[in-house]
């Protein structure tokens, strides 16, 4: 179990692992630490006084499912990262038994690649990756031929302005809590947001869109190592814009490279959230499958939490006609039981 005193270890290893993400830094932990009811299990192995491999978990405790165990909470990625299998394994059996022992029904490993042997492997989610080109002037070649016009059309048909200001993040969240809203899925909460530019400092980018200062569409990304990360989405339903949201990603491309970032991830998308994913395959990324790993023991039942989950019809449909003086508070609570 990681100590205090073991922190620096553990990010300098997050930094210098191919394996490890943004999402096993410290500051993610704090966030979500700083916001949410979970306790943390962060798992630390070393050989000699040199770390070999590290697993970030929270313990879940949900209203709508049984206790478990999920690296990492409201992430894209998590699980193990390690310098080689026999030290991956050696977190994982530490990972059972403290599960044994606290009681959960299940073990959430959201890898990019599976580094638990003969653990099951779902793929119910693609990340979408790409290069960055060095020059600005070469970024709208990123996108395909009808992407690239949409955005270049956004830009010069609408008096749209860009700002790039730390102070711009609560009007991105309601923006971001309405699509959320128009989706039927909970928002999570605003100090959420906060806790994670506090912790990311510059390297949480704030991006918001006006029209006649009337703001219509914002995002959060973050940056990690060479590549930055677009998580954080929000667009006003009720102002149609042609090409808005080609327009805001090609910002954040534009940003990108404006830091040096040579990779832009787009991040995951569920196989069946058919509309998503084929928005992100027409803007020119092709899925990668990510290898999420999951132990249910005998007896046991994993969390359904999905939102394509039956359970959930009926409720989502309702969740989009309630006003969001209703779905920003009661979507924050129940971000608490369902973590991303």
């Known amino acids: 179990m990681l100590r205090p005193e073991a922190e620096r270890d553990w990010q300098h290893f997050v930094c210098s692992q191919p394996d490890a993400t943004l999402y096993h830094e410290m500051a993610w932990r704090r966030a979500v630490e700083a916001c949410f009811p979970h306790r943390a299990h962060y798992l630390i192995a070393r050989r000699g006084t040199t770390v070999a491999g590290i697993l970030p978990l929270f313990e879940i405790r949900s209203y709508f499912s049984p206790t478990f165990l999920l690296s990492v909470p409201y ?20 990972v059972c038994e403290l599960r044994e022992k606290i009681g959960a029904a299940s073990i959430q490993l959201r890898s990019k690649r ?16 790409g290069l960055l080109p060095e020059c600005e002037s070469d970024v709208p070649s990123v996108y395909p031929r009808k992407a690239r016009a949409a955005a270049r059309q956004a830009g ?16 991105v ?14 928002n999570y909460p605003l100090r959420f947001f906060q806790a994670l530019q506090q912790g990311l400092g510059e ?3 704030v991006q918001l869109l006006r029209l006649e200062g009337r703001p219509v569409a914002g995002l959060v990304s973050f940056v ?9 989405v929000g667009v006003d339903e009720r102002v149609t814009l042609y090409g808005l949201t080609h327009y805001l990603y090609q910002q954040c491309m534009l940003e990108g490279v404006r830091r040096g970032c040579r990779v832009f991830d787009f991040g995951r998308t569920r196989y069946d959230n058919k509309g998503p994913f084929d928005f992100k395959r027409h803007c020119g990324f092709e899925p990668t499958p990510l290898e999420y790993q999951t132990l249910v023991p005998s007896g046991a039942r994993q969390p359904e939490l999905s939102p394509t989950s039956a359970r959930w019809q009926l ?11 209703i779905t ?9 039981s369902i973590p991303g």
Not at 224 to 232: E, G, V
């Open 75 to 94: 992430a894209t990625y998590g699980g193990i990262a390690a310098t080689d299998n026999t030290v991956a394994q050696s977190l994982f059996d530490a």
């Open 114 to 129: 599976a580094s638990v042997a003969g653990l099951p492997v779902q793929r119910t989610h693609a990340s979408f990756q």
């Open 156 to 171: 010069r048909r609408y008096p749209l302005t860009l700002e790039s200001q730390t102070n711009n993040l609560p009007e």
């Open 173 to 186: 969240w309601r923006l971001y809590a309405r699509s959320m809203r128009r989706l039927g899925s909970p």
């Open 203 to 205: 390297r949480c980018v």
């Open 224 to 232: 990690f190592k060479d590549t930055i990360m677009p998580y954080f």
């Open 315 to 325: 409720a989502r449909r309702l969740w989009r006609h309630l006003p969001l003086s």
């Open 328 to 336: 920003r508070p009661v979507g924050a609570w129940a971000a608490r």
